[in-house]
């Protein structure tokens, strides 16, 4: 084939539609599936889109489940506090109660928080209910005084009886 020179605006036309058309064909021969699997891949990215927002729905819907399930706990956890700190200051009370020498009664009157508030109520509680004096023992023998240590023994003593030999 030899080179035929161009000399008009038509050959010149000519020429290159020619080349364009082959340019054309090759690449509907390379690019013949584009379509189609651009068609494809919108497709996957609204299925995926789609199973995205049903799992996002589904883990939501097990949160709420979870959250339904442990929010009793709370209220649990909450009352069982309650009833500890109110069991340590009944206890609290009934033994600063004892150590000032108040009756168990008057332990429940007792006002304060800590162990120190407890022990200046009863201090001041105390200077009002004053412990009763043990009644004197009785006495059989003569001699012996009523409140005594000794009067005290004999008065074991003869009440278990003598001993037998």
Known sequence: MAFKPIETQEDLDIII???????????EKKYAGFDEAKEKAAKYDELKAKNFEEQIAKLNEALKAERDKHADTDKTIADLTARATS???????????????????????????????LIADAKTLTGFVKPQAAPP????????QPNSTKAALAALAASLGEPKT
């Open 17 to 27: 539609g020619e080349r364009l058309k082959r340019e054309r064909e090759t690449n």
């Open 87 to 117: 069991a340590e200051k009944r206890i609290l009370k009934a033994k600063v109660a004892h150590e000032m020498g108040l009756p168990y009664e008057l332990a429940e009157r007792l006002a304060g928080e800590t162990e120190e508030e």
């Open 137 to 144: 023992l009785r006495t059989t023998e003569t001699g012996v």
